[in-house]
């Protein structure tokens, strides 16, 4: 079967024949249309279609459209400029793909005339240059000498810069190797082996609709990549398009900025026009352009009301303020109306959806023009939550017949869903979520499972790159799930580690022992390890404690002449890593970033009688940063809990092996785990620490040589029963 990726181009005609025909025919390999675009001294050229082949090597087709004919000397140089454009591209892309002078795959060229009779071929029939209509392209593409002497990699290493993928990652860092069995060694080998995009990747990309598309996968299934080089793809193709970037860590603006301008640098050979393409914050406010934001420009285009964040958090509460001043703007403009012909934007690309309220999706699709163009990727289990982004139908609406003003097509270019996960290995990422779910968790008597939160659309599983090893997913049944060899491939850890060396849980007495030994491994990666400071995070998990309990890990670096910064703080609150330094943060930051060897401190301060879904989604977004190595640190007894469930992945060979909850325990979950705001969770503790009191008093007295009975004991204790029945019955904690 070939893979068929449909970019844009001006024969769309001839491209659908082509399309047609390569569907229908088992011919394998990949057949790009409408790419790729090369940078040439006169500006972009594109290739009106590729078929890279196993069989075949390359095979450029030129189209035609219509019966108008062509003559010799132009058909001749139509396939021959073709053919040193691409020839030029893959030598000067990576010079593993050339021998001497010769290029390591051959290059066959095509000019393919779906309207052109047989009689009109036959006018071409003593060249050497191939021309085809629908009757018999697929014969002459089987004229096509075979690839016998190809090399191993080389299929891969062509795709890879077909794609611009090791162009647009490069990060301008050299690697000296001194030791090949060193991790530095392992994470070059590996960043060499992920360059190339998979199939679903590519169309991502490449595949542009009119329209909502909806774009959905794990952390590290490329999906801030996809949406940055799809940016510069169309931006290259439609400069004249104005074009939005926004995204909700602050420190991922740098890294779209970059992947960007590199695309379109090795695509069409110039700066991006940001001007008509904007990455752009997702609130803003009066300033500069750094400063603006879509919630600003849409509420200044439409003439609307502006609220500032302070002035927000005072009408709607911090945690919702952006949600508010969104539901404002788009009730604001229902009572003024909205007109269509003054939009603001023709495309929009939205990353990390799941971190924006369903409402500022709502106000992108009414900042677009009649076309409707808008992106948005997220993170099924991100958040880890039993509720994921609503669908289109919920974020949308419905028009004034009923009906939902956007519905996408299941397994459609519309509704893309990346499965694999390219960053993180099976184990790193199933530890990820074991932890995040509290599958080995120790039951809680109440509820009669230790699991702190879990879907209730259980298919979820399956479309994230799960698979039932045994048993069964259905609620109150016994189920193990396990990663597939497809969407966790196995080269992630094969040739990196053993699965207990790429993710470890460390449990330290005192904190200064952890933060001793944290720094003791890094200068070691360091100075031994053939590993870059950019190579390193070190990660505190609670947002409000990073800053002071980064500091004696920082000192003590510091003291050792190792350079570190403090991602936000020391730096602009757009960049995240600095050249020649160690970065390091609070959670927030870190999303969206990833690194080889990741460093987690403070782990126990995850564990906690209240809030364990929010701080389980800490760690299992800390975790999955890495590309390579974790190491999860904490101190204590609670550290301990973490650690034993570890224990249990490693014992379960990085399975998930668990009980899925009825459907009334998931409600209880979702009671008993929800988030509490800081003070209601400071009140709750106190309450249960007199409580606490109480109850070892009362068995103090109960041991003593005076018999204390029932009427000694104020009546107000036993109101609690009252009050707990009263507290069930309201579904509240």
């Known amino acids: 079967m070939t893979e068929i990726i449909k970019g844009t181009n001006q024969k769309p005609n001839a491209s659908s024949v082509l399309v047609e025909l390569f569907s229908q025919a088992d011919l394998g390999g990949v057949l790009y249309v409408g790419y790729p675009l090369i940078s040439t001294p006169h500006g972009k050229e594109g290739i009106d279609a590729v078929w890279i082949s196993e069989q075949k090597g390359l095979v450029i087709f030129s189209l035609l459209e219509g019966q108008n ?27 593993r793909l050339s021998f001497k002078r010769k290029l390591r795959i051959p290059i066959n060229t095509l000019t393919f005339a779906p309207a052109y009779s047989l009689h009109m071929l036959s006018n071409y029939s003593d060249s050497e240059y191939v021309i085809a209509n629908e009757e018999n392209l697929l014969e002459e593409i089987s004229a096509f000498e075979e690839w016998t002497d190809k090399e191993d990699s080389i299929y891969e290493l062509v795709l890879s810069s077909l794609q611009n993928i090791s162009n647009v990652r490069a990060n301008g860092n050299t690697r000296h190797i001194t030791n090949q069995n060193s991790k530095g060694y392992k994470l070059k080998s590996l960043e060499d082996s992920i360059a190339t995009l998979d199939v679903r990747q590519s169309k991502a990309v490449i595949e542009t609709v009119n329209g909502v598309q909806r774009i959905r996968g794990l952390a590290g299934s490329g999906k801030t990549v996809i949406l940055a080089l799809k940016a510069a793809y169309i931006h290259a193709q439609h400069p004249d398009w104005k074009i939005a970037v926004t995204f909700n860590t602050r420190s991922l603006k740098g890294q779209l900025k970059k992947l960007i301008h590199n695309f379109t640098i090795s695509a069409a050979g110039e700066e991006p026009n940001w001007e008509n393409l904007k990455v752009i914050n997702a609130w803003g406010g009066a300033g500069n352009a750094d400063r603006s934001g879509l919630y600003y420009e849409f509420v200044s285009k439409k003439g609307l009301e502006y609220l500032d964040f302070g002035l927000a958090s005072k009408m709607y509460g911090s945690d919702l303020a952006f949600s508010g001043v969104c539901q404002k703007a788009l009730s604001d403009l229902s009572i003024e109306g909205n007109d269509e012909s003054n939009y603001l934007y023709d495309l929009i690309l939205v990353d990390e959806a799941q971190d924006f309220p369903p409402e500022f999706l709502k106000m992108c699709y009414l900042a677009l023009g009649e076309e409707k163009r808008l992106v948005y990727a997220y993170d099924e289990l991100q958040q880890l939550s039993s509720h994921s982004l609503p669908s289109p139908e919920e974020i949308f609406g419905k028009d004034a017949n009923g009906q939902p003003i956007v519905s996408l097509e299941p397994n459609s270019n519309q509704d893309i869903i990346l499965s694999t996960c390219y960053r993180n290995s099976r184990p790193v990422l199933a530890t990820a979520h074991a932890i995040g779910f509290g599958i080995y968790r120790k ?134 890593f600095n050249k020649g330094s160690i970065a390091f943060t609070g959670i927030y930051r870190a999303k969206g970033n990833e690194a080889g060897m990741v460093y987690i401190v ?132």
Not at 72 to 94: F, G, H, R, Y
Request: one cysteine or more.
């Open 443 to 576: 039951p809680n008597p109440r509820i009669g499972t230790g699991i702190v939160q879990m879907f209730q659309n259980k298919q979820l599983w399956m479309d994230v790159g799960y698979e039932i090893q045994n048993g069964s997913l259905d609620m109150g049944e016994h189920v193990r799930l396990q990663r597939t060899d497809r969407s966790s491939p196995k080269f992630l850890e094969e040739n990196i580690d053993s699965p207990t060396k790429l993710i470890e849980f460390i449990s330290f007495p005192t904190k200064e022992e952890q933060d001793f030994w944290v720094a003791e491994e890094i200068k070691k990666n360091l100075s031994e390890e053939d590993l870059l400071p950019e190579d390193i995070i070190v990660i505190n998990p609670h947002p409000l404690t990073a800053k002071n309990n980064l500091g004696l890990i920082r000192r003590t670096l510091f003291d050792n002449r190792i350079t570190t910064h403090f991602a936000g703080v020391d730096t602009s609150a757009d960049i995240f």
């Open 69 to 95: 004919p062509i003559e010799q000397e132009d058909l001749e140089q139509v396939q021959d400029n073709s053919a040193i454009l691409l020839e030029s591209k893959l030598k000067t892309s990576d010079k």
């Open 602 to 733: 403070n782990s126990d301060e995850c564990v906690s009688p209240s809030n364990q879904a929010t701080l389980r989604n800490r760690l299992f977004t800390a975790i999955t940063r890495s590309k390579a190595w974790v190491r999860v640190l904490g101190v204590g007894a609670s550290m301990d809990e973490l650690k034993h469930e570890f224990d249990q992945v490693v014992a379960n060979q990085f399975t998930l092996d668990f009980v899925y909850p009825t459907e009334q325990q998931i409600k209880d979950i979702a009671v008993i785990h929800r988030e509490m705001t800081r003070v209601v969770e400071n009140e709750v503790k106190q309450v249960n620490q007199s409580l606490d009191e109480a109850i070892e008093q009362l068995r103090k007295l109960q041991q003593g040589d005076t018999a204390v009975t029932r009427q000694d004991i104020d009546e107000k204790l036993f109101l609690l029963k009252d009050l707990f029945k009263s507290l069930d019955e309201n579904g509240k904690s």
